[in-house]
């Protein structure tokens, strides 16, 4: 199958290029605006990682698999268009987006370029495949922070409601808690509004954060390694825990700890992706599936960290700081997750084996971590 | 009050601006988007308007009522700041919106102009408020297509939602029927988000279908007439279908007629727009109104409209083409509206006399009417 990767450079995109290209034609396109950010923020990766092109070359010489790579802008219409045309992709995996909560949160400058890059590359997409190919099918990221932590369970995507006696289904209400999360709550509507309006197929994960930076096609060698970030802007919770533990230095949860969400690991993703690419949506579809494995508290991941970290001798501490993010602290959580299990996913789960093993890939690369870049930099209510 | 207009010089803009201005200090800006557009498209309005200044200038001579006037895009974010840090609003009305369906949906190029006026109006509007005047209170125009017509009743922007035994309230679901309607589901999420977030305040306002060209001070003078069209891009179902009746061709209803909306005189969006203007919304809070005063199908109107055209000597015909918009032609339809009743709205209803008075004014312009604007030039399924 020809695939197109919109943010084939990322944390998630490069894994999957690598994933996917065993066995279908590749492509990959990034603007690099996620390395641009790490530097002027000082939130480099801990393990570094050569250019697209230079891991392309690599992953060609240790696997024989060959990726496709062009650097470029997708907010600019004349190449999303441009490369749509040339590759004529059969399904395109859009992550191409600004990732960081915290970034997003930073002010109107750092607002407005995950607003306009996040909607612009959507938009394109979404017309490009509709003027050129219309049968493709788009598999979008989305975020289980667009539903936020509402009192109610949450569905995958939908929502059927009862009111005053009559019945419709609408899409799950959405109200997250960052605006880089609201823009994807804006995505989902644009592309909503476009599936029933133009009949394009789009699967739609909402997944929850993801920990890891071990995958089989990574493991072949060091220099195709994800961007394993541990900083407050682009570092996962798990992922600056465990860089915590091995630093010596306490685990941050940030106010009471309770906050819940759906977690998942790397392997898992490419999963899911996968999945998703082999059981393409139905046209006129917009499908959705809530992409996690298990539901874990801030404090429960702590914990198992501390826990394996304590069996390995590093002496792990847990600290709770002032929160820098609005949310709530306590509160229900229990969203649905059946889809993606039905399709045939096998869950990695955060077992004591995958934390201990995440650490010492950690405690190898130790001499990298710079402790400055982990305290939140971003606060929501500056 | 100290009150800033953002889009004054449009349909709804222009006679808020002069109603307002008898008794507040008012400054208007425009970037003069639909003159372009209505040029661009042959979609000139009815009865020529003098530019911005010159209807101020024109305004203050017979009213003795000063209206400052700015020209320039909001979308643009140092002249929003600039603006906002000169002016100091206690109340800005943001209208300054693309607001064609059919504009919109017309290609790629419209459909991104559109969409990213109108989020980046919103977006820059929003941060000035946060960054200067965090008091003030900012109302929206949202409209009623936000909700599209789901087989629920609408209540006012709100919908408390119980599912599997638990409680929570939520947005009210919304499914649009063009990008620009999208848009504005767009502009209410992020709304949404920023008022929790930052605390500012908010009354969003949805708006239905407006009609009329009659105010006590657009009747002082011919020069102050808001932007009457009756073309397919800017003429809402209503003026298009009088200006039709005096033509002396049939009017066009689109598909069976079916189609049921919230109608409202220009009269009644004064009304609302300074009853809001008079009760702010609270610090915190994004107040939502339903802004309509009856609901009426499309045949319903054009009945109105023949039954008042006949007794005139008008000779009106009633003639279903094909429908050029993707949307329900028979549905359930209720809309709940007491927000703006309970402040004090006292509706104009679309009367047999004030039918009679509108066409009346477009029989004195006949002569001006271009029958070529009027047939839809852009389908939903092109």
Redesign the interface.
Known sequence: MRILILGGDGYLGWPTAMNLAVENEVWVVDNYLRRRIAEATDSEPLIATPSLTERARLFEAVSGNRIETIIGDLGD?DLMYDIVQRVQPECIIHYAEQPSAPYSMRG?KE??ET?QNN?NVT?NCI?AVK?IVPDCHIIKLGTMGEYGT????IEEGW?D????G???K??F????GS?YH?TK??DT??I??YV???GIRVTDLMQGPVYGLSTDEADLDQGLVPNFNYDDIFGTVVNRFLVQAVAGIPLTVYGGGGQTRGYLNLRDTLQCVRLSVENPADKGTLRIFNQFTETLSVNDIATKIKTVGDSMGLGVNIKSIENPR?EREEH?YNPTHTGLLDLGLEPNYMTDDVIASMLERIVVNKDNINTDRIMPRVR??A
Request: no cysteine; glycine share 0%.
């Open positions: 219409p109107f607002a407005r607003l909607l938009f017309w003027d509402p009192n109610i369970d929502l409601i009862e009111h005053k009559r019945k419709d609408f899409l209400p959405r109200a997250a605006l609201t709550v804006l509507d644009l909503w509004f029933r309006t133009y609005k229900y929501w209510n």
